[in-house]
């Protein structure tokens, strides 16, 4: 089976890490970028297979960091992602998915909903 790349982007350490260790429980690879920028740079370097975005971000939120990648000429241009959040408020859902987020995965989590989300956008159609 070939190794599965996933880039989580969130710009608290306590987030990153519980997705880090629940994402290599899992058996994935992950990278972490801890801002808009940072994101920007690793999709540069590396072609993701999934992308989980928190979109409520200082300086660059995830809605722009998600358009920058998609209009960007990096080969993760076609990349699926879900947006990580603490808001279960329904218009911020919304938002989410209108801005091209294919899920939203509602903050705390455990691994078998970051699990369920992860295997169905990875699932080869």
Same mark, same amino acid.
Do not use: R
């Given at each position: 089976?070939?190794?599965?790349?996933?880039?989580?982007?969130?710009?608290?350490?306590?987030?990153?890490?519980?997705?880090?260790s629940?994402?290599?429980?899992?058996? $994935?690879?992950?990278?972490?970028?801890?801002?808009?920028?940072?994101?920007?740079?690793?999709?540069?370097? *590396?072609?993701?297979?999934?992308?989980?975005?928190?979109? *409520?971000?200082?300086?660059?939120?995830?809605f722009?960091?998600?358009?920058?990648?998609?209009?960007?000429?990096? *080969?993760?241009? *076609?990349?699926?992602?879900?947006?990580?959040?603490?808001?279960?408020?329904?218009?911020?859902?919304?938002?989410?998915?209108?801005?091209?987020?294919?899920?939203?995965?509602?903050?705390? $989590?455990?691994?078998?909903?970051?699990?369920?989300?992860?295997?169905?956008?990875?699932?080869?159609?």
């Open positions: 089976m070939a190794e599965l790349w996933i880039l989580v982007v969130d710009d608290n350490d306590v987030n990153c890490l519980v997705a880090d629940m994402l290599k429980i899992l058996g $994935y690879k992950t990278v972490i970028a801890k801002s808009g920028a940072e994101a920007l740079k690793s999709v540069l370097v *590396q072609k993701f297979d999934l992308i989980l975005m928190d979109w *409520q971000m200082p300086e660059m939120n995830g722009d960091t998600a358009t920058a990648i998609w209009n960007g000429a990096s *080969q993760n241009a *076609q990349t699926k992602m879900i947006a990580v959040t603490a808001s279960a408020f329904k218009d911020d859902q919304v938002a989410c998915l209108k801005h091209g987020f294919k899920a939203i995965l509602t903050k705390p $989590y455990d691994v078998d909903q970051l699990s369920d989300l992860v295997v169905k956008f990875l699932a080869h159609d």
